[in-house]
């Protein structure tokens, strides 16, 4: 095929990824209608339909299935290739992609890596904040952020924080209302504040551990959401039980907006760890981004 073709290639592969025209358009810089029609071409030269269209969705065919798996990742190793130029230059630059949850990413991304982005102008960061176990490598990020036991075993993995120990609180005026558990089993009679993790599907079980002994407990409540970030403020508004890594509800600890309980049944977790494919040569400013994640100089 012509070199003049690769854009068209690209084109496709960017729409089969992102299972739309309109996001794989904004991507690319280009119109929506210029780009379907740079797909419709390229089907038209192959003489074969490479992608199934609705009205809700874009998927590949059988054969558009085996076009991204022959030449994908290609453009991937491509772009890698030119990232890693970089290190010709006076300062590295490029962009890193990042899946991290709302509560890491403000007290230890941010903080670490804001003197990096100003030493390093040409360098940009890009936050993804999911609950879900993202596929970094099918997604395309260049790592994400997991507490350490989490992480797959194929992955690279660099701590980037302390050992993490988990809280159930609650506020004075919901205890004033129910009495306090004693044990983890306790739970199932009190309303307990959830999350749903995308993942999953489903809201998980909450992890106790005393003396070896675990205990896994499926709590019910008023209030479920996907993220952390407003389960310290649904406790202190009296809505129930949360369990969280107890960072999250420090400073509400500490002026008594929110009470501990089942202390001695909290584990300790490992703490965050940045990972990332143990098969992916790292480019210049994810290297410099790393060292900083992990309080290294450059």
């Not at 089969?16 to 996001?23: I, N, Y």
């Not at 260049?142 to 660099?158: C, H, L, P, Y």
């Not at 009190?190 to 993790?197: A, E, F, G, N, V």
Request: charged share 25%.
């Amino acid at each position: 095929m012509s070199r003049h073709n690769l854009n068209d290639l690209l084109a496709f592969v960017m729409v089969a990824r992102e299972g739309s025209f309109t996001r794989a358009a904004a991507l690319l810089g280009v119109s929506q209608s210029a780009l379907s029609q740079t797909v419709s071409g390229l089907e038209k030269r192959l003489k074969i339909r490479l992608l199934t269209r609705t009205t809700r969705s874009v998927s590949p065919t059988s054969a558009g299935e085996r076009l991204m798996h022959a030449i994908g990742h290609r453009f991937d190793e491509i772009e890698a290739e030119l990232d890693a130029l970089t290190e010709l230059r006076d300062k590295p630059a490029g962009t890193v992609r990042i899946t991290c949850g709302d509560f890491v990413l403000k007290t230890i991304l941010l903080p670490r890596l804001t003197p990096l982005l100003l030493e390093y102008p040409d360098i940009k960061v890009e936050f993804d904040i999911n609950y879900g176990f993202r596929d970094i490598v099918a997604d395309r990020f260049d790592a994400g952020i997991r507490f350490g036991d989490t992480v797959d075993k194929d992955m690279i993995a660099a701590p980037i924080g302390p050992e993490v120990r988990m809280a159930a609180v609650a506020s004075p005026s919901y205890f004033a209302r129910n009495s306090m558990p004693k044990k983890p089993q306790d739970l199932v009679n009190h309303k307990c504040i959830d999350i749903r993790y995308p993942t999953l599907g489903g809201v998980d079980a909450w992890e106790f551990e005393k003396r070896g002994r675990k205990i896994n407990v499926r709590v019910v409540g008023q209030v479920i959401v996907n993220t952390s970030a407003h389960v310290p403020a649904a406790a202190v508004n009296g809505l129930g039980i949360a369990y969280l890594p107890e960072e999250e509800f420090a400073p509400h600890i500490e002026e008594g907006r929110l009470v501990r309980v089942l202390e001695d049944w909290c584990p300790l977790f490992s703490g965050y760890h940045l990972y990332y494919p143990s098969r992916r040569l790292p480019t210049p400013a994810f290297s410099l981004v790393l060292n900083a994640l992990r309080g290294k100089s450059s």
